[in-house]
């Protein structure tokens, strides 16, 4: 058992690899499934140092609804920042810094929360505190900065609080 | 019905177009150098991302092949895009921000991008080993 595990570090690593180098080659045949699969064994077991944790996933399944929200508030928010863009005078523009407190702890979170933050237009993460417990973001246009403070820690901390811890 | 699809895949280009025009509009149009970093955000999500629409479109019901290329650029723009945006604010906090104009970093002393060696010493004194003279 231990064997396996030195030799497999990271199985869902091992997975996603040969999934996403199915996907690379963009159609289905048995070389590339083998080939896709040497290459998930090779690469978690050579990369081992840098992963020292396996990163636990509670609740694998939350992810798709993770992204589908995600993907809806970023065609949303798309629009809003287009209309602020276009029509909104700079001089009516509230940019703002805005400080998240966060309850997440594990860094895999932490990162997949910055990087949606980011990816979702009008807001930017921009710096993470020196003890890791708060998270600054960057608001194009927030007259009432709290409100976006709550709207991120209820929309996508507490999925990502389910997800990973 | 080809050309419904044709009329679809249309459409997702000029919706794509108009996000990236108004994404490098931004560039030029907003006034300081935060949020002009809002902007190529906005043409990485949408406006690239109705391109791959259309062209996942276009191979389903013109070429009739399935191509999942397009995710897969979708998903490394995805990894990629957060951390060249992180990179670009992290150099405006370090040369155009002190510790006293930024805001307050929640229960913590400060902004990571401000952190010092002495910083960290004076956090974790056990962790860095004494210096021998």
């Known amino acids: 058992m231990k064997l396996i595990w030195r030799l497999f570090p990271h199985p869902l690593l091992t997975l996603l690899l040969t999934v996403t180098w199915l996907l690379l080659v963009n159609g289905w045949s048995l070389n590339s499934l083998v080939f896709g699969l040497l290459l998930g064994v090779l690469i978690p077991f050579v990369t081992q140092p840098y992963w020292p944790n396996r990163p636990k996933l509670r609740h694998p399944l939350k992810i798709a609804e993770y992204i589908l929200v995600v993907l809806l508030d970023i065609v949303q928010a798309n629009i809003i920042v287009a209309r602020i863009v276009l029509f909104k005078p700079n001089a009516d523009r509230r940019p703002n810094w805005i400080t998240i407190p966060l309850d997440l702890k594990t860094p895999e979170a932490i990162t997949a929360l910055a990087g949606t933050i980011t990816m979702t237009p009008g807001t930017l993460s921009a710096d993470v505190s020196d003890e890791g417990h708060a998270l600054l973001v960057h608001c194009l246009d927030a007259p009432n900065p709290d409100a976006v403070r709550d709207e991120i820690k209820q929309r996508y901390e507490r999925r990502l609080m389910e997800i990973f811890e | ?133």
């Open chain 2, 1 to 133: 019905m080809e050309s419904l699809f044709e009329f679809l895949v249309a459409a997702f280009l000029v919706i794509a177009g108009v996000f990236g025009f108004v994404g490098s509009f931004g560039l030029l149009k907003l006034n300081d150098p935060m949020s002009r970093l809002h902007a190529p955000t906005k043409a990485t999500t949408l406006g690239v991302g109705g391109v791959l629409l259309a062209s996942m479109l276009h191979a389903a019901a013109f070429e009739k092949y399935f191509s999942v290329h397009e995710l897969m650029i979708t998903l490394f723009l995805f990894l990629t895009a957060p951390i060249t945006a992180n990179f670009i604010a992290k150099v405006h906090i370090h040369r155009q921000e002190t510790r006293d104009t930024m805001p307050e970093a929640g229960g913590d002393d400060h902004w990571a991008t401000h952190d010092t060696p002495e910083d960290e010493e004076r956090r974790h004194p056990t962790l860095t080993p004494p210096t021998e003279d």
